[in-house]
């Protein structure tokens, strides 16, 4: 899976949740693929949100030094 931006992961998870909920009988293995893909895309979104977490921490971090 390519590394996409935060918001698209997000669409395609609701993308997903909404088909499970469309479905008036679930076909297991289409399902199967369809929570795979989003487990896929919650790690990866994990992942994104780590990265940005870091880089509010170093910029905080760099606002501290220059005021002190």
């Known amino acids: 899976m390519k590394k996409e931006n935060l918001g698209a992961s ?3 998870l609701e993308s997903i949740v909404g088909w499970f909920e469309s479905q008036e009988e679930v ?3 289409k399902g199967l693929e369809k929570v795979k ?3 896929k895309l919650i ?3 994990k992942e994104q949100l780590k990265e940005v977490e870091n880089e509010f ?3 905080k971090k760099e606002l501290k030094d220059e005021n002190n």
Request: charged content about 55%.
């Open 10 to 12: 997000l669409k395609k």
């Open 27 to 29: 076909d297991i293995e």
């Open 37 to 39: 893909e989003g487990v």
């Open 43 to 45: 790690k990866a979104s």
């Open 57 to 59: 921490e170093e910029i």
